[in-house]
Structures are given as structure tokens and as C-alpha cells.
């Protein structure tokens, strides 16, 4: 074989070794509860576009995959975003940071 392309082909080799199949929870995008309710309608959309096609992309490879609950929730309408607290109840890092701060006040005081 010729130098140049001996050395293409082993590169071809080994980047087609990194080559994986991924699942489709690898490259989803989840969103809170909050983060849903800062995007507009057009990136609403867009989201709801990008992760049924991505869904589509995987079944027509062969991936044999159970279908997630986010895409069941977008065929139907339905916000998909993910419950990770209950939002009323989730403190900002700065409530945290600040109650930090004063049971460290406290603690110095006594």
C-alpha cells in the first residue's frame, strides 16, 4: 500500500472504532419545571420538533428502543418537562448560600 493512503485508512480505522450507537436518553434535552417556563412558544416548538425527530432518527437506524415518556407526552400536547422538586419548595442557591451564612453567624456567636 502507498504511505498516504496506509495512513488514511488507519485513520479511517480508528475513528470508525469511536463510532458508537447512543440511546436516545444520550443526546435528549430535559427541562425543569422552571426552565419550561422560560422559553417562548417558538422554542417550545423547536423542541418539540427536534426531540420527535431525533426519536424518529434512532427508530429508522434500528434501535429497538421502548419509547420514553417525553415522547409520549409530546405526541399528545403535553409539557414534557421533568419534576425534580416541587417548584414552590426550591430554594435558589443564593436562600441556600444565605442560610449558610447565618447558621455559620450563629454558631461563631455562641
Not at 479511517?12 to 447512543?22: D, G, P, T, Y
Not at 422560560?38 to 431525533?54: G, N
Amino acid at each position: 500500500m502507498f504511505p498516504v493512503f496506509s495512513g488514511c485508512f488507519q485513520e479511517l480505522q480508528e475513528k470508525n472504532k469511536s463510532l458508537e450507537l447512543v440511546s436516545f436518553e444520550e443526546v435528549a434535552v430535559h427541562f425543569t419545571w422552571e426552565e419550561w417556563q422560560d422559553l417562548d412558544d417558538a422554542q417550545r416548538t423547536l423542541y418539540r420538533d427536534v426531540m420527535l425527530e431525533t426519536y424518529s432518527s434512532l427508530v429508522s437506524l434500528g434501535h429497538y428502543i421502548t419509547k420514553p415518556e417525553m415522547i409520549f407526552k409530546l405526541e399528545q400536547g403535553a409539557e414534557p418537562w421533568i419534576v425534580e422538586e416541587t417548584p414552590n419548595l426550591r430554594l435558589s442557591a443564593v436562600q441556600i448560600i444565605d442560610d449558610l451564612i447565618e447558621r455559620s453567624h450563629e454558631s461563631h456567636d455562641r
